[in-house]
């Protein structure tokens, strides 16, 4: 399994054909306290850069963004339930949803964990 991250703060494993997405530590801490999150539904297609989901915070709300092509097939339903949990565990329970990888070239624009950690490094 192989994590990418860009420049919105989400991240991407991929795992075979199968991406996991979610927002990373530095987002969540950004927004503070989340308490409301909307994931999309299994089916949905998506481009990079589609607003994919919605995360409020006692803050701001906030889009993320699809980090590649792909359609959906699962959103995180319990985090409607339990958006807490986005802040405890962002970049493990929390994800947002799965879905296909429809062009892997594109992970080529994002970054490694590395790259990631020094990019925020220049917020």
Same mark, same amino acid.
């Given at each position: 399994?192989?994590?990418?991250?860009?420049?919105?703060? $989400?991240?991407?494993?991929?795992?075979? &054909?199968?991406? #996991?997405? !979610?927002?990373?530590?530095? %987002?969540?801490?950004?927004?503070?306290?989340?308490?409301?999150?909307?994931?999309p539904e299994a089916g949905k297609s998506l481009s990079q850069g589609d607003e994919a989901a919605v995360v409020e915070s006692v803050?701001?709300?906030? $889009?993320?963004?699809?980090?590649?092509? &792909?359609?959906? #097939?699962? !959103?995180?339903?319990?985090? %409607?339930d339990e958006p807490a949990k986005v802040n405890e565990d962002p970049e493990g329970a929390a994800w947002f949803w799965k879905m296909t990888v429809a062009d892997e070239g594109q992970l080529a624009?994002?970054?490694?964990?590395?790259a990631y950690k020094a990019y925020v490094d220049t917020l």
């Amino acid at each position: 399994m192989t994590t990418y991250y860009s420049k919105d703060h $989400e991240w991407i494993s991929v795992e075979g &054909g199968t991406a #996991t997405v !979610g927002i990373t530590s530095y %987002a969540q801490q950004q927004l503070g306290d989340v308490v409301y999150v909307e994931t999309p539904e299994a089916g949905k297609s998506l481009s990079q850069g589609d607003e994919a989901a919605v995360v409020e915070s006692v803050k701001a709300a906030s $889009e993320v963004y699809a980090p590649i092509d &792909g359609e959906v #097939t699962e !959103g995180n339903e319990a985090l %409607a339930d339990e958006p807490a949990k986005v802040n405890e565990d962002p970049e493990g329970a929390a994800w947002f949803w799965k879905m296909t990888v429809a062009d892997e070239g594109q992970l080529a624009d994002l970054m490694d964990e590395a790259a990631y950690k020094a990019y925020v490094d220049t917020l």
